[in-house]
């Protein structure tokens, strides 16, 4: 190359030296006259055909017959090809993506040829490193032999194998590594490298192809439902394919979708496609999203690499108030199940301490109200219990999950009334003594008591009342009793009544 050492010039004379001082028989008419040896221009490789190109300038000789051509192993030249004198560059093909090393002589007509060797140009060698554990291709590459002292640097070129490469950035002389970051799980990727030269002539490395693969992600994993257990657990259950390489899960969770999960529990190296898993907070104050998450943690990395997610799972919160004498229920949306959601189910508690279906609502609801006035029945407890449950869409679904809220009171004043007589014994409605209660108090006490101060009957049930009997013996006589009572209802209010009641006989 002009411009660049000559690197055969420049020892031509030491190399006459020695033959005459080994052969002085010969004499000046016998000295050796070696060819001016060839500057190689580059050494590219031809990414249309994978060949790689080697170019040259002619020698400064003028009676130069061919060109020889070596690839050149631990500076041991193997020959290549034999090329006219009016060529100047060769296409070496069969090399595949390997790179070589080669060297260009100059063979004058009386058959002498330049020195082999220095002067040998390799292009640029990339290695390609999948980091599983960062999620980054590293791209290392060989420095360009030949050019020492002129590379003005180095053009990283990369993208998906099966795309045109892009630009990925430029890097100093002194750089040989380039971290490819924000890549895509089982891909493949291509890269290359430019070298530039000081005078604008550029080389690129052969093109070289790594993969991102991970191990199969199992075929599914479900969140079936998210429901509340009591007031300080709720109970998520999902399902997953439990057939493939990869079998452990991770539970995350989060109660506010603007803030990345946190991690719940981890399931290693699971054999079963159910799983339940308790999570303890307060149930009654908060809600959380949930999702499970197929992992693989590749062997000597801290962390685990996510493969696949589930769909999320919400805990419902319901909140209550009692508006005038109307119960108003509200619930945080459930989110989501994979059929969809059918929509949701609204359960009273009754007097018995059963839930028991008492409306409805579609999927797009999230509020009801009841008047209270409608339940009274003489059995309702003054602490009117509701819960939500959310129903999957059956569509798709051979088995339609049910997400179960947390349990809400709606706290209803007692109002007591008192009978003024009754009749022991008979078969009317009016055979017993008790208050008509509209809704059953939390604490509740009766008392009976006779005209002496004598103690005939107690209750703290305030379904049950009192018969006329002293003690459940003998019916007391026709007269005037003196009742007492004290309650607490569930609003936490305290009352005391006292009065006359009549025992009257047929």
């Not at 002496?452 to 026709?478: C, I, M, Y």
């Not at 003196?482 to 209802?489: L, R, S």
């Amino acid at each position: 190359m002009k411009g660049m050492v000559k690197y055969g010039r420049a020892i031509r004379p030491l190399i006459l030296l020695a033959l005459l001082v080994f052969f002085p028989h010969r004499g000046p008419a016998q000295e050796v006259d070696i060819p001016d040896k060839p500057d190689i221009i580059r050494v590219t490789a031809d990414h249309s055909d994978n060949s790689i190109l080697i170019q040259w300038e002619p020698s400064e000789d003028d009676d130069i017959e061919f060109y020889k051509l070596y690839r050149m192993i631990n500076r041991t030249g193997q020959a290549i090809v034999t090329l006219p004198g009016n060529v100047y560059q060769f296409s070496h093909s069969n090399t595949g993506q390997k790179n070589l090393e080669y060297s260009v002589t100059a063979i004058d007509s009386s058959g002498n040829e330049s020195l082999l060797t220095p002067g040998e140009h390799r292009a640029v060698s990339v290695s390609l490193q999948f980091d599983t554990c960062s999620m980054a291709n590293l791209v290392t590459w060989s420095p360009y032999v030949g050019w020492e002292g002129h590379v003005s640097g180095y053009r990283i070129y990369g993208g998906y194998a099966e795309d045109d490469l892009q630009s990925l950035g430029f890097v100093s002389p002194a750089t040989t590594a380039y971290i490819h970051k924000e890549i895509s799980r089982d891909t493949s990727y291509s890269y290359y490298i430019e070298t530039i030269n000081t005078n604008g002539i550029t080389s690129l490395s052969p093109i070289g192809t790594v993969s991102t693969y991970f191990p199969r992600a199992p075929g599914f994993v479900t969140v079936d439902h998210v429901s509340v257990v009591d007031d300080h657990t709720i109970e998520l259950q999902f399902s997953a394919d439990v057939s493939g390489p990869v079998r452990t899960f991770r539970l995350m969770k989060r109660n506010n979708r603007q803030t990345p999960f946190s991690e719940v529990e981890i399931i290693w190296n699971s054999t079963q496609s159910v799983h339940r898993v308790e999570d303890r907070f307060p149930a009654r104050a908060e809600t959380y999203e949930y999702i499970v998450q197929s992992v693989f943690q590749p062997e000597g990395c801290p962390d685990f690499t996510v493969l696949s997610e589930s769909n999320p799972g919400t805990s419902i919160l319901l909140e209550s108030e009692l508006s005038g004498q109307t119960a108003e229920i509200v619930w945080t949306p459930y989110s989501e199940y994979p059929a969809g959601l059918a929509g949701y189910v609204i359960q009273r508690r009754n007097g018995s301490g059963e839930f028991y279906d008492v409306g409805n609502t579609g999927p797009g609801t999230t509020r009801w109200s009841e008047p209270m006035n409608s339940i009274i029945n003489g059995f309702q407890s003054g602490e009117v219990q509701y819960k939500i449950l959310a129903v999957e869409s059956q569509e798709g679904s051979d088995d339609p999950g049910i997400s179960i809220s947390n349990i809400v009171s709606v706290n209803i004043p007692t109002t007591l009334a008192m009978p003024s007589a009754f009749t022991p014994g008979s078969n009317d409605m009016n055979f017993e003594f008790k208050p008509r209660i509209d809704f059953a108090p939390m604490k509740y006490t009766m008392i009976i008591y006779d005209r002496a101060g004598r103690k005939l009957f107690e209750t703290s049930d305030p379904g049950q009342g009192w018969d006329g009997r002293f003690h459940g013996n003998d019916f007391v006589d026709e007269g005037v009793y003196v009742y007492y009572i004290q309650y607490t209802d569930y609003t936490g209010r305290f009352r005391k009544l006292a009065g006359n009641v009549t025992v009257l006989y047929p």
